[in-house]
């Protein structure tokens, strides 16, 4: 891995293709807004930097600061400089361990980023990540929490293979996020084992089976997200009203889980296989055309 400027780094996966990380600290500033706006400044540093599927910054703005500070006022981040260099060493090998078990076309862009959101801190163990399009993916550390290290090793192969599939497939639809949240979090226990995670077992297997029953085809398939509807995608993954915390994710969990248990096919291949297609290897009575 090389030092391309201060905090940020160049790491080649194969002869083509390469991850290029950027450490994120941002100045301890006076709002939210200044301490985004200092964020961006640096994302923008990284020298592919791309918005990805963001169509400004300020759009990109919102969403991280849903991510970094959650809906408390709290807003003091806590520097994870004197940890950098054992955040590299984890980045480096479960990346480069998940770019050897799926490779992806292209750069790699990973934005590292101190977060305070002490809700997702607690539930995620001091790591929480999202992926946009264009093999761009933001990883958030909360070094306070005792169990950032092994949060931080499964969030990275979690991620990467968001980033591959959303390469091949958009992700728009509620069907969408079962599939590549179902093929996330197996592909992280196909690279670094670990036990089943928390959301993917919040619904037994039997019970999320029959909750995907009952879900109507127009809400499965047709709902498209974006800023208008975003709280009806969040409710059925992350659990509102009547659904349950982690709806979504053990749905997709178990989707995947049974189509691997029951189909000749392997995970690897089913990343190749668009949300619709995966979903009719279900045993289904009316597949999705």
């Known amino acids: 891995m090389n030092n391309i400027k201060k905090n ?121 990540g999202f992926a946009v399009e264009k093999n761009i993916f933001y990883i958030l550390i909360n070094i306070n929490n005792p169990n950032w290290e092994k949060s931080l090793v499964e969030t990275i192969p979690h991620e990467y293979a968001h980033i591959v599939y959303t390469s091949y497939f958009e992700w728009n639809s509620i069907l969408d996020g079962f599939v590549n949240e179902g093929l996330a979090e197996k592909f992280r226990e196909l690279v670094v084992k670990g036990n089943v995670a928390p959301w993917s077992k919040a619904l037994e297997k039997e019970k999320a089976l029959e909750e995907l029953k009952k879900i109507p085809e127009k809400e499965i398939l047709n709902l498209f997200i974006d800023d208008s509807n975003v709280d009806f995608y969040v409710s059925y993954f992350f659990g509102t009203g009547d659904l349950q915390k982690w709806y979504g994710y053990s749905i997709g969990y178990w989707l995947i889980d049974e189509i691997i248990s029951t189909k000749k096919i392997t995970l690897i291949e089913l990343f190749k296989k668009s949300p619709k297609e995966v979903f009719n290897l279900w045993k289904r009575k009316n597949p999705i055309l």
């Open 8 to 128: 940020h780094f160049k790491q080649g996966l194969s002869n083509i293709v390469s991850a290029h990380y950027s450490f994120i600290e941002p100045k301890k500033l006076d709002s939210r807004e200044e301490i985004i706006s200092d964020i961006i400044i640096q994302i923008k540093e990284n020298t592919n930097f791309s918005l990805g599927e963001f169509s400004n910054e300020e759009k990109l703005g919102i969403a991280l600061a849903r991510k970094i500070f959650g809906p408390s006022e709290y807003t003091e981040l806590i520097s994870f400089s004197k940890e950098i260099k054992k955040i590299k060493l984890i980045v480096e090998k479960t990346l480069q361990e998940s770019f050897n078990q799926l490779p992806i076309s292209g750069d790699i862009s990973l934005y590292i980023i101190p977060f305070c959101n002490k809700a997702a801190s607690d539930d995620l163990g001091g790591v929480n």
